[in-house]
């Protein structure tokens, strides 16, 4: 892949995608209050979409920063990052006691979607 110009500084989307995730497992109430899921477990696909976007970011600005295709090696590094990212999120959640639930199925969608972006997102970065 070219490297794309540098109009943003180095790692700025895994920094946006971070922040964001952040945002919405740990503030008490990010949703309005008559929000509701579309279905049941909308949340569980939420929570592996957001570490497959987080996977697919550190894997990005990676291939960005060395110029070249991330690694497998690597790739199975930034799953690893997000499912710890998750993990870490889950015992705050528990911690901080502001309403927010530390839930296993969290995690578990959260490791699928960072698993499943790992191979997915080093062969759309080889492709551009």
């Not at 015992?91 to 698993?115: F, H, K, N, T, Y």
């Amino acid at each position: 892949m070219k490297r794309l110009p540098a109009l943003l500084p180095p790692w700025s989307l895994t920094t946006v995608i971070s922040l964001l995730i952040l945002y919405l497992t740990l503030v008490p109430q990010p949703m309005p209050d008559d929000f509701t899921e579309p279905f049941p477990g909308a949340d569980k696909v939420v929570h592996g979409i957001m570490f497959a976007a987080l996977t697919g970011a550190i894997v990005f600005d990676r291939g960005q920063s060395a110029r070249r295709v991330p690694t497998r090696k690597f790739t199975l590094l930034a799953a690893g990052i997000a499912i710890a990212a998750g993990a870490l999120i889950e015992l705050l959640q528990l911690w901080m006691a502001m309403g927010r639930g530390c839930e296993i199925a969290d995690l578990a969608a959260d490791s699928l979607g960072a698993l499943l972006a790992a191979p997915i997102s080093r062969f759309i970065y080889s492709k551009f």
